[in-house]
């Protein structure tokens, strides 16, 4: 089983910034995506960005330019930097990892833009 953990939501003023950050334990493979996806109030959930192990990075074309996704040293923490937020940007965000053709989810974090 894979277990992750987020961390970082919270509210902010249109313009700031915020970083999420997402632990994963449990079975871990070498050969792995992970990934941030943000769920607005009645919205379904929506890929905003991923990264592979060796650090291949996807981004949504609404934060191109604004986030920044980034895996750390031990490769099982990945961390959004929010930059320029506006309250477009508002919903949960939920770490996934995905490996061997399963997706696993943490439990999300609110994240709340102010206009």
């Known amino acids: 089983q894979v277990q992750l953990v987020e961390s970082g939501g919270g509210l902010v003023q249109a313009g700031g910034s915020l970083r999420l950050s997402c632990v994963a334990s449990?079975?871990?493979?070498?050969?792995?995506?992970m990934g941030w996806y943000r769920q607005a109030p009645g919205k379904q959930r929506d890929l905003v960005a991923s990264?592979?192990?060796?650090?291949?990075?996807n981004y949504s074309d609404s934060v191109k330019g604004r986030f920044t996704i980034s895996r750390g040293n031990g490769k099982k923490t990945v961390y959004l930097q929010m930059d320029s937020l506006n309250p477009e940007d508002t919903g949960v965000y939920y770490c996934?990892?995905?490996?061997?053709?399963?997706?696993?989810w943490g439990q999300g974090t609110q994240v709340t833009v102010s206009s």
């Open positions: 996934n990892l995905n490996q061997i053709y399963r997706d696993y």
């Open positions: 449990g079975m871990i493979i070498s050969s792995n995506v």
């Open positions: 990264i592979t192990r060796d650090g291949r990075t």
